[in-house]
């Protein structure tokens, strides 16, 4: 079984800066693409970013030029820097894995963007 734990969410005040981690445990055969989801109350989840094996990224729009995904997957690890943070990227920050088409999803942490 595959588990994801984040860390580094927390309150900080608008222009702030957040780091968030996730890191995967257990039986890993390969990393194809790992990523974070958030979801604010009353919203749906919206893919934030993700990193392929091969180190291609995609962003949403709202957040391209001030968060950066990274990873380290020889240690089955993905990093979020989150910069210059707004009132509304307040959410629950969520980490996947997805592995041979199978997905895997983190508990989550909250991040919260005070104005």
Same mark, same amino acid.
């Given at each position: 079984?595959?588990?994801?734990?984040?860390?580094? =969410?927390?309150?900080? !005040? %608008?222009? *702030?800066?957040? /780091?968030?981690?996730? #890191? &995967?445990?257990?039986?890993?055969? @390969?990393? $194809?693409?790992? =990523?974070?989801?958030? !979801? %604010?109350? *009353?919203?749906? /989840?919206?893919?934030? #970013? &993700?990193?392929?094996?091969?180190? @291609?990224? $995609?962003?949403?729009?709202?957040?391209?030029?001030?968060?950066?995904?990274?990873?380290?997957?020889?240690?089955?690890?993905?990093?979020?820097?989150?910069?210059?943070?707004?009132?509304?990227?307040?959410?629950?920050?969520?980490?996947?894995?997805?592995?041979?088409?199978?997905?895997?999803?983190?508990?989550?942490?909250?991040?919260?963007?005070?104005?």
């Amino acid at each position: 079984q595959v588990q994801l734990v984040e860390s580094g =969410g927390g309150l900080v !005040q %608008a222009g *702030g800066s957040l /780091r968030l981690s996730c #890191a &995967a445990s257990g039986v890993i055969s @390969s990393i $194809n693409r790992m =990523g974070w989801y958030r !979801q %604010a109350p *009353g919203k749906q /989840r919206e893919l934030v #970013a &993700a990193i392929t094996s091969g180190g @291609s990224t $995609n962003y949403a729009d709202s957040v391209k030029g001030r968060f950066t995904i990274s990873k380290d997957f020889a240690k089955n690890l993905v990093y979020l820097q989150m910069n210059s943070l707004k009132p509304e990227d307040t959410a629950v920050y969520s980490c996947t894995l997805s592995s041979w088409g199978v997905d895997f999803w983190g508990q989550g942490t909250q991040v919260t963007v005070s104005s």
